[in-house]
């Protein structure tokens, strides 16, 4: 596997970063995930300008501008011949002392990493996920907003570990006022009456795929609305529906006991799955660009 880091293209073994950079030591810094398929690089431009938004937000001067972050992906894609991958860029804050101050680390790391990647949930895009809402709460957007996609990801990873022990496939947060968020990986949609309704972004990540996911509602005439959600309305729902760039769509027939609708993937969910495919297969930014 060539690794991108710092304007060298490495093999895994030689993609090394300092024990003191603040990334590793703080979890300070910023990543997206960004998929590739056949050839072309889904939703690239808003995936780079999220990663440039979340840089900003935490006040980290990316070390290379946005034109050379997409050649970096485009030629890390090349050189581990993927054509089909999930991609990792990241931006750590870089190397520094052990204090927290991000004044003693004078220039940022950037790294790209190309993985083949399939479908994530296997064959519960038939079956069905079962989530879990888990007693962990959504980091609240005063403290660190959802919107920053940090290398701290340990809220995330809490709400996973308490997910793996009550045997759900994916966990469910709620914000500290108690409304729905997001999963820990991905964006929910509830399904109810014909109609899709979303949770504001305030309190979850403005997910690519759920902008994707939008898109297709509108063009086949389902109405969304976006209001604050509550354990009744998740309980209740016809269909509850995940999406993320590495889950893409999925649907959830069960969550903490209940039966999600008639249990099986619902027409709604079927509808977008169904449109979702093409749109990846034949938009994005091509690789070999000239």
């Known amino acids: 596997m060539i690794i ?3 304007g060298k293209y ?19 810094g910023v990543f997206e995930g960004i998929r590739c398929y056949n050839g072309r690089v889904f939703r690239l431009k ?14 980290l001067t990316p070390p290379v501008p946005k034109e050379e972050m997409i050649e970096a992906i485009c030629e890390t894609l090349r050189r581990n011949n ?17 204090g927290l101050d991000p004044r003693k680390c004078p220039k940022a790391s950037a790294v790209v990493i190309a993985v083949t990647w399939g479908a994530m949930y296997g064959d519960l895009y038939e079956k069905g996920l079962k989530a879990i809402t888990v007693s962990v709460r959504r980091n609240p957007a005063e403290c660190l907003p ?55 972004t ?4 403005r997910g690519i795929t759920r902008l994707v996911v939008l898109e297709i509602a509108k063009s ?27 889950a893409e769509v999925a649907p959830i027939t ?16 079927r509808q977008l799955a169904a449109a979702f495919k093409p749109i990846t297969e034949k938009e994005g930014y091509p690789i070999n660009k000239k």
């Open 4 to 6: 991108y880091l710092d």
């Open 10 to 28: 490495l093999p895994e073994e030689q993609a090394r970063i300092s024990v003191f950079d603040h990334g590793f030591l703080y979890g300070d």
């Open 46 to 59: 808003e995936h780079i300008d999220r990663l440039y938004d979340s840089a900003k937000t935490i006040d």
């Open 82 to 98: 993927l054509t089909d991958a999930y991609i990792r860029p990241i931006f750590t804050r870089g190397v520094g002392d052990l």
């Open 146 to 200: 959802p919107n920053v996609k940090s290398l701290n990801y340990l809220n995330n990873i809490l709400a996973k570990i308490e997910a793996n022990y009550k045997g759900g496939d994916e966990a469910i947060f709620f914000d500290t006022n108690g409304y729905l968020s997001e999963g820990s990986g991905d964006n929910l949609y509830i399904v109810k009456n014909g109609e899709i309704i979303v949770p504001p």
């Open 202 to 205: 305030l309190n979850n990540l």
């Open 220 to 246: 086949l005439g389902i109405t969304v609305r976006e209001q604050n959600l509550g354990y009744f309305d998740l309980y209740t729902a016809d269909e509850l529906i995940c999406s993320g760039t590495a």
């Open 254 to 269: 069960w969550c903490d006991g209940r039966t999600i609708g008639s249990g099986k993937p619902g027409p709604v969910f």
